[in-house]
T-cell receptor, first 111, second 115 residues
Framework: ETGVTQSPTHLIKTRGQQVTLRCSSQSGHNTVSWYQQALGQGPQFIFQYYREEENGRGNFPPRFSGLQFPNYSSELNVNALELDDSALYLC??????????FGEGSWLTVV | AQSVTQPDIHITVSEGASLELRCNYSYGATPYLFWYVQSPGQGLQLLLKYFSGDTLVQGIKGFEAEFKRSQSSFNLRKPSVHWSDAAEYFCAVAPSGAGSYQLTFGKGTKLSVIP
């Protein structure tokens, strides 16, 4: 049990639509990051938030955006969905950087 | 840019046999090093991590890993594999220092265990 909860677990969207994925972290976990894991690949870093500010971003276009809230929850938003966005999206949180806790992910299928 | 190479896509071992999963990294300095395990349809569970100090690191579930700076490697080992160890294993690196949570993962090694 990592204390990181993600929702929804599975969803199907149509190309061009927008999606919001949610993550709830343990109290005190002031850093949250999001990863995209395509089928058969390792996770890829999307971005990181620290105290509600984005402070790191991977090689993802601006249509990938996020929010972090004071209650240790966060969101990943993806606009103008493309077929290649189909993947497992993982949320990870940490309080001290020594241990990063991952949620079980949200499976997104774009058709 | 940092990168992680896991040369073995799929490994099959017999239950009770020893296991070694290879990981090589490319990075300007010594990064933080991690091994994660992922069961089908699940998230990632941390097996062990190396930040500094003793180069032989003990983790959960009987796993250990050895950091070899000269070879830029961080191989994962287990002396006796159990059927429940069948899963996908990911090696990852992160920049050393405070606030360094950006992990770069390898493509993973899938482990199958023969009873």
């Amino acid at each position: 049990e990592t204390g990181v909860t993600q929702s929804p677990t599975h969803l199907i969207k149509t190309r061009g639509q927008q999606v919001t994925l949610r993550c709830s972290s343990q109290s005190g976990h002031n850093t949250v990051s999001w990863y995209q894991q395509a089928l058969g690949q390792g996770p890829q870093f999307i971005f990181q938030y620290y105290r509600e500010e984005e402070n790191g971003r991977g090689n993802f276009p601006p249509r990938f955006s996020g929010l972090q809230f004071p209650n240790y929850s966060s969101e990943l938003n993806v606009n103008a969905l493309e077929l290649d966005d189909s993947a497992l999206y993982l949320c990870a949180s940490s309080v001290d950087g020594n241990t990063i806790y991952f949620g079980e992910g949200s499976w997104l299928t774009v058709v | 840019a940092q990168s992680v190479t896991q040369p073995d896509i799929h490994i099959t071992v017999s239950e009770g046999a020893s296991l070694e999963l290879r990981c090589n990294y490319s990075y300007g300095a010594t990064p933080y090093l991690f091994w994660y395990v992922q069961s089908p349809g699940q998230g990632l569970q941390l097996l062990l991590k190396y930040f500094s100090g003793d180069t032989l690191v003990q983790g959960i579930k009987g796993f250990e890993a050895e950091f070899k700076r000269s070879q830029s490697s961080f191989n994962l080992r287990k002396p006796s594999v159990h059927w429940s160890d069948a899963a996908e294993y990911f090696c990852a690196v992160a920049p050393s220092g405070a606030g360094s949570y950006q992990l770069t993962f390898g493509k993973g090694t899938k482990l199958s265990v023969i009873p």
